[in-house]
């Protein structure tokens, strides 16, 4: 009823992949980026590589099945993976909706999932998904304190036996929350450290 009321969105604007996948990397030094990692004879370039981390970066949350040999690949190699997915149109679209708010974590509706994002997420602590679910502020991120980054920590699918499911929740915490966190965290500092420290 009156949904001729209803005010129509227009097309979102969001920066080209390229540009999204550079300002990230400029999180690191020049050396730290696209850096390939070669385990018996197989080289895959990770976007980031910094210590111990490998940092892969992905414009929206469709998964293809790669991603976990991808995963495999960096752990193998010795390095805890993050994968980084820009969200933020989804929201825009409203095909990822925020469903609730409890002890600062968020729950996640993904409204016609298009893979089945329950399968991705286990036990393994050798991997963090974060979701990028605002967009970037202009300028140098190193210092940017936006709280534009949800970690998830634990997804469900209404039957994770299927590929493209009908419905997929999931829970992000708050931290990293900013690129400064990231930063911090990618540098060597702990989540509870700087989770103390804000």
Avoid at 47 to 55: E, G, R, S
Avoid at 91 to 113: D, F, H, I, M, Q
Avoid at 118 to 128: F, K, L, P, T, V
Avoid at 136 to 164: E, F, H, N, Q, Y
Wanted: proline letters at 6%; aromatic letters at 10%.
């Amino acid at each position: 009823m009156f949904s001729f009321l209803k005010k129509k969105k227009g097309p979102y604007a969001q920066t080209s992949t390229a540009d999204w996948q550079d300002q990230w990397r400029s999180l690191v030094p020049p050396e730290c980026r696209n850096v390939p990692v070669t385990v018996d004879g197989v080289s895959i370039e990770a976007y980031v590589l910094v210590n111990h981390f490998a940092m892969m970066l992905q414009d929206g949350l469709l998964m293809e099945a790669s991603f976990f040999d991808v995963c495999e690949h960096f752990q193998r190699a010795g390095y805890h993976v993050i994968w980084l997915m820009r969200c933020t149109q989804d929201v825009y679209n409203g095909y990822l909706k925020r469903a609730g708010e409890r002890n600062g974590s968020t729950r996640w509706v993904w409204k016609s999932p298009t893979t089945n994002f329950g399968r991705w997420i286990s036990d393994n602590r050798e991997a963090s998904i974060l979701i990028q679910h605002t967009e970037l502020p202009a300028g140098d991120i190193r210092d940017c304190d936006a709280p534009v980054l949800g970690r998830v920590t634990w997804a469900t699918s209404d039957d994770d036996t299927k590929m493209v499911p009908g419905r997929t929740e999931f829970q992000t915490l708050p931290l990293p929350a900013t690129p400064k966190q990231l930063l911090r965290w990618l540098n060597g500092e702990s989540l509870r450290s700087i989770s103390e420290r804000n």
